[in-house]
């Protein structure tokens, strides 16, 4: 594989006379965690540039644990939303032992550390930004992809999660999921106020390394060393519990959207749960 890569990346680079090459991949920070998998990075690719450039957004952690749980459930994961035990954290939202592998591996001048929040963002935007960080002209005519991988509110997300420990993601309709991101209105799903502020507890003698070292000091009016405040105002429930009708009328919107499109038809079915049926135990374990 790494063979076929290189042929294939090397064929492209003789292509044209490039500046610049620019790789994205979110996975450089969740698989490669130790500097000597960081270094075959390097190797493989000192091959083909004269100098290599690291770019890396951080995101307020409590915000991250929820966007990684939405993902892991539209991926199939089954877990229920908590607080990670430290090994998880030191593993993932450890963003001090992060960066600290990139800088013994590339040298702390090649890594440009932002933070993915509206008002450290140049403009407030994130592509803005990354074109800024990358010194790409912001005048070229890019094209920009629109909204990408919509949250689920609470009561979609857990509707899926419990499809998942009764089916694989393969197995699951064709465009399920943007199908509830269609029909998604209500809260997020989020941690509860204790819950998020133990943890960001946890990560904070972390965060006060990264905002000492790569931004100049501790942030003076936050809740968090490195982080502003939490800005995303959308409503929010840390109760993720689902009733039987709830589901059922999750299900009954779905059926009666185009299966292609995503499309509701023009005559939904209105679901009205009977008050005089009541659920039976085994309706609830299933």
């Not at 890019?142 to 949250?151: F, Y």
């Not at 509830?180 to 003698?205: C, H, N, Q």
């Not at 968090?224 to 800005?231: G, K, N, V, W």
């Amino acid at each position: 594989y790494r063979q076929k890569l290189a042929d294939f990346l090397s064929g492209e680079l003789g292509e044209h006379s490039f500046r610049a090459a620019i790789m994205s991949n979110e996975h450089c920070s969740s698989r490669l965690l130790s500097e000597g998998e960081v270094g075959a990075l390097r190797d493989f690719l000192s091959k083909f540039f004269s100098r290599i450039r690291i770019v890396v957004y951080l995101r307020r952690q409590d915000d991250f644990l929820v966007s990684t749980y939405s993902t892991g459930v539209k991926n199939g994961q089954t877990p229920p939303l908590r607080v990670p035990k430290m090994r998880r954290i030191d593993h993932r939202y450890n963003y001090a032992e992060l960066l600290d592998r990139w800088v013994a591996v590339f040298g702390r001048e090649n890594v440009i550390c932002r933070k993915f929040e509206k008002a450290s963002l140049t403009g407030g935007d994130l592509l803005q930004d990354f074109l800024a960080a990358t010194e790409c002209d912001p005048a070229w005519p890019w094209e920009r992809p629109g909204a990408l991988n919509s949250s689920l509110d609470a009561k979609c997300l857990e509707f899926l999660r419990l499809l998942n420990l009764q089916m694989r993601r393969d197995d699951r309709p064709a465009g399920l999921v943007p199908r509830l991101e269609r029909i998604s209105d209500g809260p997020l799903l989020d941690l509860s106020d204790e819950d998020r502020a133990a943890f960001m507890k946890m990560v904070r003698p972390f965060n006060r390394r990264v905002a000492k070292r790569f931004f100049g000091g501790v942030h003076p009016d936050s809740d968090d060393p490195l982080f502003e405040r939490r800005a995303d105002a959308r409503p929010r429930t840390a109760d993720s519990g689902l009733s039987v009708d709830e589901a059922v009328g999750i299900a009954a919107r779905l059926l009666t959207m185009d299966s292609v499109k995503g499309r509701q038809r023009d005559r939904p079915v209105a679901f009205a749960p009977r008050a005089e049926a009541p659920v039976s135990a085994a309706a609830m374990d299933a």
